[in-house]
């Protein structure tokens, strides 16, 4: 029911930055933890990030910590995924998704039910 959009990957140099955005439609994200996957071509889609519903606790992928942060923004309907020093390995399509039940707060894909399409994003070396 509830729609996701991913935006904002691209072309980007190793070391440079990127911020990608999720935006809701139909449904709300505010009672949902929100998770940014990624998968690249050859592997399995994995964990990148999550956020609780209320923004309140973040984890993260080891690959990235202290990289990338998740941000949300209840009132617009929106999550965000701030990438910094972007290196080659996090070239991969990503995704953004909503948990399957409210009050979640959970790492594994598995967990989440609804998936935006999935935005490029390429780190040339």
């Known amino acids: 029911q509830v729609q996701l959009v991913e935006s904002g990957g691209g072309l980007v140099q190793g070391g440079g930055s990127l911020k990608l955005s999720c935006a809701a439609s139909?449904?709300?994200?505010?009672?949902?933890?929100m998770g940014w996957f990624r998968q690249a071509p050859g592997r399995e889609r994995e964990f990148v990030a999550v956020?609780?519903?209320?923004?309140?606790?973040?984890i993260y992928a080891d690959s990235v910590k202290g990289r990338f942060t998740i941000s949300r923004d209840n009132a617009k309907n929106m999550v965000y995924l701030q990438m910094m020093s972007l290196k080659s390995e996090d070239t991969a399509s990503y995704y953004c998704?909503?948990?399957?039940?409210?009050?979640?707060?959970?790492?594994?894909?598995?967990?989440?039910?609804?998936w935006g399409q999935g935005t490029q994003v390429t780190v040339s070396s």
């Open positions: 998704a909503r948990a399957k039940r409210k009050w979640t707060f959970t790492t594994f894909s598995g967990d989440f039910g609804s």
């Open positions: 956020i609780s519903s209320g923004g309140g606790s973040t």
């Open positions: 139909g449904g709300y994200l505010d009672k949902y933890s």
